[in-house]
């Protein structure tokens, strides 16, 4: 089974309008964290934003949030405000704490397009 | 901070050559991955080292695929002999044992003909 799935091949949104990336994810470890990275089309990875499977509120960084259901093992990426520099590959992740991995699995990613 | 840097940023060689991918982590960080990164596979680990140990190699394709880190600041990942299959970008990153977020570099394209 899949670890990590995300089901938007690609996304579209206006410039200036709020869009979600999907992200659900699978564990048994009680313990974990998931992270988003964004891909824009030179190649490098940029960490985004993080959260904790005990933390009591959702992350945001800036104009990033982090819709997290824990009962629906969901991490939703939420960018408000879309800006043309946006327009990227997206990929959410987790890290399982159990034996102490630092592992980090990769889901296959979401293309977002920002139109003006 | 110059963040992680990957040399080199471009490789082309031919099928049965030595290919060696040099990275240098953000300077204290206590880990350092390896990952892979092709369009039928995704992003993959290949290995990770905490404090220049080796801790999982689980994801190293096969024998032909080695990975050294002989000190805090300095990483190899080669390849011998190379094949086309091994075309990919090849990423290293680096993280706090304190933090979980790792930091990225800018990835070595590798193209073996």
């Known amino acids: 089974a899949q670890k990590i799935t995300q089901t938007q091949p690609g996304m579209f949104v206006q410039e200036k309008e709020a869009v979600t990336l999907d992200c659900t994810y699978d564990t048994s470890d009680p313990s974990y964290g998931l992270f988003w990275y964004k891909q824009p089309s030179s190649g490098e990875m940029i960490f985004l934003i993080y959260?904790?499977?005990?933390?009591?509120q959702n992350a945001t960084e800036g104009r990033y949030s982090l819709n997290f259901q824990k009962a629906r093992k969901s991490a939703n990426l939420v960018i408000s405000a879309s800006q043309l520099g946006d327009s990227a590959m997206y990929f959410c992740a987790m890290r399982e704490a159990q034996g102490g991995s630092e592992k980090l699995v990769f889901g296959k990613g979401t293309k977002l397009t920002v139109n003006p | 901070d110059a963040g992680v840097i990957q040399s080199p940023r471009h490789e082309v060689t031919e099928m049965g050559q030595e290919v060696t991918l040099r990275c240098k982590p953000i300077s204290g960080h206590d880990y350092l991955f390896w990952y892979r990164q092709t369009m039928m596979r995704g992003l993959e680990l290949l290995i990770y080292f905490n404090n220049n140990v080796p801790i999982d190699d689980s994801g190293m394709p096969e024998d032909r695929f080695s990975a050294k880190m002989p000190n805090a600041s300095f990483s190899t990942l080669k390849i011998q002999p190379s094949e086309p299959r091994d075309s990919a970008v090849y990423f290293c990153?680096?993280?706090?044992?304190?933090?979980?977020?790792?930091?990225f570099g800018p990835g070595t394209r590798l193209t073996v003909t």
């Open positions: 990153a680096s993280s706090f044992v304190q933090t979980y977020e790792q930091y």
């Open positions: 959260q904790g499977s005990y933390d009591q």
